[in-house]
């Protein structure tokens, strides 16, 4: 008898199977078997915090080069796309990942996906255990960016509670590696630079306090 390799988990496998039915497809839906999903809610505070420093700094021309990134990236799909629609032969996930990135183009402004994806690479510096390993955080970066579209939701019947429920529509594991991949390569630096940039300034806020309160307590 062989047992699931998730950590903690004692569940029997099937045939060769590393991980039981339940990891296995948690590792599917979020890239690790041990990933959780993040949810908007979870994701709100981060984007608020990119906002504001945007706002703060409307100008900068960081955030249009940002967003022609993503632009290039959709002109990328586009061609390949019109290339797999004349005949040429496309590999499978990367024609379902660029199809993907259509799907966002025609329905979200480039700003909101500039935003998403900085607010990811923000919450990852500020609470690097919610993701499991590196490609836990991708399938999550690709999750909340397709979020982004109502296209990517279908809806069930639930006649428990007799009402619709709205549910996500998951992408072939290798398609969203590859949307992983894409979105890190175009916007991946810029996420890591902004994450680095609020954590340091964090980190002075916190000191200047320290030095004001160790002062406060050397008053006579």
Avoid at 22 to 28: F, G, L, P
């Amino acid at each position: 008898m062989r047992y699931c390799q998730s950590p903690g988990c004692s569940r029997p496998v099937s045939g060769w199977a590393y991980y039981c039915n339940s990891h296995k497809s948690r590792a599917r839906r979020h890239g690790d078997p041990q990933q959780e999903g993040v949810t908007k809610a979870q994701l709100k505070p981060y984007l608020d915090t990119v906002r504001r420093r945007i706002a703060k700094n409307a100008d900068n021309p960081a955030w249009k080069t940002m967003e022609g990134n993503w632009l290039a990236l959709v002109e990328h799909a586009r061609a390949e796309l019109t290339t797999y629609q004349q005949g040429t032969v496309h590999i499978r996930q990367r024609r379902e990942a660029y199809q993907e990135i259509m799907k966002l183009a025609n329905d979200v402004t480039p700003a909101e996906v500039v935003h998403t994806v900085l607010a990811l690479y923000l919450m990852a510096e500020q609470e690097p255990r919610r993701f499991r390993s590196d490609e836990g955080f991708r399938f999550q970066l690709v999750r909340r960016v397709r979020a982004l579209t109502e296209t990517n939701r279908g809806t069930w019947y639930d006649h428990k509670v007799r009402r619709v429920k709205r549910v996500y529509r998951d992408t072939a594991p290798k398609t969203t590696e590859y949307l992983g991949q894409c979105l890190a390569e175009v916007l991946g630096a810029a996420g890591l630079y902004l994450a680095r940039l609020e954590q340091a300034q964090a980190e002075q806020k916190r000191a200047n306090r320290k030095k004001l309160f160790d002062a406060l307590s050397e008053l006579e």
